[in-house]
Nanobody, 121 residues
Framework: QVQLVESGGGLVQAGASLNLSCAAS????????MAWFRQPPGQERKFVAA????????FYSNDVTGRFTISRDNAKNTAHLQMNSLKPEDTAVYYC??????????????WGQGTQVTVSS
């Protein structure tokens, strides 16, 4: 089994940056794609970004392209989401996931508990 734990969320002002981390334990996630999803208040969970096991392929949702960067460190069994130029509409609980490289949740087998990101205007 794989356990995922997110960290790095918080309350920031619009225009600020945050770096979210996802630490995996239990076994290596180097064979899995990693992804970030988010769930804004009162909305369904949505895809944000994904990265292949080799880090060669990355893709993003349209609303974060150019502002967010996903990365991973297989030696440390971690993944990261660098978020720049944050906007109030980025406010959400952010989830890390491991599984198949897709932009929908059912492709991912393992999920973290989430970390809250709140962006004030």
């Amino acid at each position: 089994q794989v356990q995922l734990v997110e960290s790095g969320g918080g309350l920031v002002q619009a225009g600020a940056s945050l770096n979210l981390s996802c630490a995996a334990s239990g076994r290596s996630v180097s064979a899995y794609a990693m992804a970030w999803f988010r769930q804004p208040p009162g909305q369904e969970r949505k895809f944000v970004a994904a990265i292949s096991w080799s880090a060669v392929t990355t893709f993003y949702s349209n609303d974060v392209t150019g502002r967010f960067t996903i990365s991973r460190d297989n030696a440390k069994n971690t993944a990261h989401l660098q978020m720049n130029s944050l906007k109030p509409e980025d406010t959400a609980v952010y989830y890390c996931a491991a599984g198949e490289l897709m932009d929908y949740g059912s492709a991912y087998d393992y999920w973290g508990q989430g970390t809250q990101v709140t962006v004030s205007s």
